[in-house]
């Protein structure tokens, strides 16, 4: 009876060993429960067992035999549970192993789209951007030809006007006070100031004259010595055009300048009369 005991004790530790590894086992890679007996139900059964031979061993001493071979047989129960549960827990291992590669490999795939997809909105942003560029260039090129289209069809510059104003202003002094003090300072006291009238008068009449008639005969076209009629009284300028002998400076501008020449011509002769009063004082 003592032996049966030790048995029943020594298979106890065995199976609770048993139940421990295959908790161990179960939180690496978990098994169906349904797939492996429970250590209760293996505990029930040989509780039975053992109630039934201590029962049987009361009566007659000759059950021991049969204690025995019951005994016999739970360890090979206990061996062939043994074996399911390591087969069941190797397949389970399996799958386990085979649902995270599976896993790996959709997570491996899913970062290459995403990247894919990255790289390909990049790539759209990158093309967005470069044609907004090309239109905003498109609009630059279009204005700069509309620049210089009203150019070709405008001429007038301003640097051109700033320095034939500067020229007639320049020419005209040459005359006034210029030439008139210069031609005073030769002659007497007392004719000084007939000089300078003289001077002033001339700059006068040959100013009306050139706007009447002198610049339609002298600058418009006509005959081959002198021109038409069409810029009496300077008929028909503006100051949005030139004459075509210069396109860059309105007309009413080279009407100016060149009137400065006309004044200035008639005076020179003066210089005669100057000198030939010098010589008789």
């Given at each position: ?8 004790a020594q298979r ?7 139940d421990?590894?295959?908790?161990k086992?179960?939180d ?8 492996i007996p ?9 509780r039975?067992?053992?109630?039934s031979?201590?029962s049987?061993?009361?009566?007659s001493?000759?059950s021991?035999s049969?204690s025995?071979?019951?005994s ?14 390591a087969?069941?827990?190797t397949?389970n ?15 491996t ?9 990255d ?7 990158s ?18 030809l509309?620049r210089?289209e009203?150019?070709?069809?405008d ?10 104003m500067?020229?007639t ?6 005359t006034i006070p210029?030439?008139a003090?210069?031609?005073?300072g ?9 000089t ?8 006068c009449?040959?100013t009306v004259e050139w ?14 010595v002198?021109?038409?009629?069409k ?12 004459h075509p002998?210069?396109p860059?400076i ?10 400065m ?12 009369q100057?000198k030939s ?5």
């Amino acid at each position: 009876m003592q032996e049966l005991q030790r048995q029943l004790a020594q298979r106890d530790a065995l199976i609770a060993a048993l139940d421990s590894r295959l908790h161990k086992l179960e939180d690496r890679a978990p098994l169906h429960a349904s797939s492996i007996p429970s250590l209760s139900q293996v505990k029930f059964a040989e509780r039975s067992s053992s109630s039934s031979s201590s029962s049987s061993s009361s009566s007659s001493s000759s059950s021991s035999s049969s204690s025995s071979a019951r005994s016999g047989a739970l360890v090979g129960s206990a061996q062939h549970l043994l074996k399911l549960s390591a087969h069941h827990l190797t397949n389970n291992a399996q799958a386990y192993v085979e649902r995270e590669a599976v896993s790996t490999l959709a997570q491996t795939r899913q970062t290459e789209t995403t990247s894919t997809v990255d790289a390909l909105a990049t790539r759209v942003l990158s093309l967005e951007s470069l044609s907004v560029a090309t239109e905003a260039y498109r609009k630059n090129i279009s204005a700069e030809l509309l620049r210089i289209e009203a150019k070709v069809q405008d001429p007038i510059h301003a640097g051109d006007i700033a320095w034939m104003m500067t020229s007639t202003a320049l020419v005209l002094m040459m005359t006034i006070p210029g030439l008139a003090l210069f031609y005073g300072g030769m002659v007497r006291v007392t004719n000084v100031l007939s000089t300078l009238m003289q001077c002033f008068s001339i700059v006068c009449l040959i100013t009306v004259e050139w706007m009447c008639v002198g610049y339609s005969l002298t600058f418009s076209e006509g005959g081959f010595v002198y021109g038409d009629y069409k810029r009496f009284w300077l008929v028909g300028m503006n100051l949005t055009h030139g004459h075509p002998m210069a396109p860059h400076i309105p007309e009413p501008l080279f009407v100016a300048y060149e009137l400065m020449f006309a004044i200035i011509t008639p005076v020179s002769p003066f210089q005669l009369q100057a000198k030939s009063g010098r010589a008789r004082q």
